[in-house]
């Protein structure tokens, strides 16, 4: 085998949605420096014949690759990673909930992004914008206890705080973010589901954000969301990863069979 990186990736065998496969192995590639910017990507000839595909499948990955702002074409020299540009957008794998190790990184991605907003809302939030943060926790509680899973109620709490910053690149973020939330919600929601405890520390958690921003203490917010954060990295470290395979693409059960539901309902521990 060739001493060329790419090369040190085993052939691809199912023809199905190959160009999205063939994607991913280079991305992966890019992204973890193995081909790092301004470095020259194999010819499609090669790469082809490595994968086992046309070249009219290996030209759609290339230009995927290109789309995403991965590669450039220099005409006559072949194609190049690109150094970072404003035009590369932000990714997260729709993945993200395969694995607690992914889930961590979200989570960590979120806790300092949550705690400059739970700060912000303290300080910038309108009356009626802490009212709706209220009434957004408010109706975790309610989704919960009308037979949903809370899910949804869980981050427009979250996204109301964001609004209520005033700073619109945090709301955008936010719905970024959200695509990739439900999935790890869902998730943490189901293992909390095990332990009434659980279930309460989270709730007392999300009060005490609202608390902080209601008496306008940006400080005490800010600590506040910070902990919510750490105390959810804790709460997802002791997740049993047979359980994130087993259990995350499978409906949460709410209760088991003859549990009295809490008096705070289920809350997200994200």
Known sequence: MSDNPLFQVAPLEAAAKMPERITKILQDLILKGTYPPK???????????????????????????????????????????????????????????????????????????????????????????????GARLA???????????????????????????????????????????????????????????TRQQVLDEHQAVYDAILRRDANAAREAARKHMEMSSHRIRNIDPDFVAVKATKPMRRRAAGAKPLSGGASENL
């Open 139 to 197: 109706a975790i509680d309610g989704d919960v206890a009308a037979g949903g899973d809370g899910v949804a109620a869980d981050i427009e709490f979250h996204r109301s705080i964001a609004r209520a910053t005033g700073n619109p690149h945090f709301l955008a973020l936010w719905d970024y973010l959200g695509q990739f939330l439900k999935g790890t919600i869902k998730l943490t929601r189901t293992w909390e589901a095990q332990s009434d405890e």
């Open 39 to 133: 470095s020259r990507l194999p010819s499609e000839g090669e790469m082809a014949q490595h994968f086992g595909v046309s070249r009219t499948v290996m030209r759609e990955a290339v230009s995927r690759l290109k789309a995403e702002g991965l590669v450039e074409s220099r005409q006559g020299s072949g194609v190049f990673v690109r150094e970072a540009g404003p035009d590369r957008p932000f990714r997260i794998k729709p993945s993200v909930i395969d694995s607690v190790q992914e889930v961590l990184q979200v989570a960590e991605l979120r806790r300092g992004m949550e705690a400059e907003i739970a700060a912000l809302a303290a300080e910038r939030a309108s009356d009626e914008q802490i009212a709706e943060i």
